[in-house]
Nanobody
Framework: QVQLHESGGGLVQAGESLRLSCLVSGRTLPGVTVAWFRQDTGKGREFVAANTRSGYRPYYADSVKGRFTISRDTPKNTVTLQMNGLKPEDTAFYYC???????????????????WGQGTQVTVSS
């Protein structure tokens, strides 16, 4: 059973940075694709970024490309999301998700992920 635990959320001002971490247990990182999604109040859950099992190529939503960086620390079994240049529209609950069977064409779809963390709140004030 894969378990995910997010940390690192908080309240920051626009332009500042935050670093989210997703600790993966129950499976080693080379065996899973890990993604970040976010959901703001009253809105649907949206894809943010993903790091494939190989860790070779990251995927980003257009809205965060150039500002967010997803990376993995294999020895620590952790995937991080470095968020720079935060904007008020980045405010949301951020979730870590994982799957060992993601098809690349569906990597941005939340239905591709079987395992989810509890989430962490990110609030960006203007």
């Amino acid at each position: 059973q894969v378990q995910l635990h997010e940390s690192g959320g908080g309240l920051v001002q626009a332009g500042e940075s935050l670093r989210l971490s997703c600790l993966v247990s129950g499976r080693t990182l080379p065996g899973v694709t890990v993604a970040w999604f976010r959901q703001d109040t009253g809105k649907g859950r949206e894809f943010v970024a993903a790091n494939t099992r190989s860790g070779y190529r990251p995927y980003y939503a257009d809205s965060v490309k150039g500002r967010f960086t997803i990376s993995r620390d294999t020895p620590k079994n952790t995937v991080t999301l470095q968020m720079n240049g935060l904007k008020p529209e980045d405010t949301a609950f951020y979730y870590c998700a994982a799957s060992s069977t993601v098809i690349l064409s569906q990597i941005r779809s939340q239905e591709s992920y079987a395992y989810w963390g509890q989430g962490t709140q990110v609030t960006v004030s203007s």
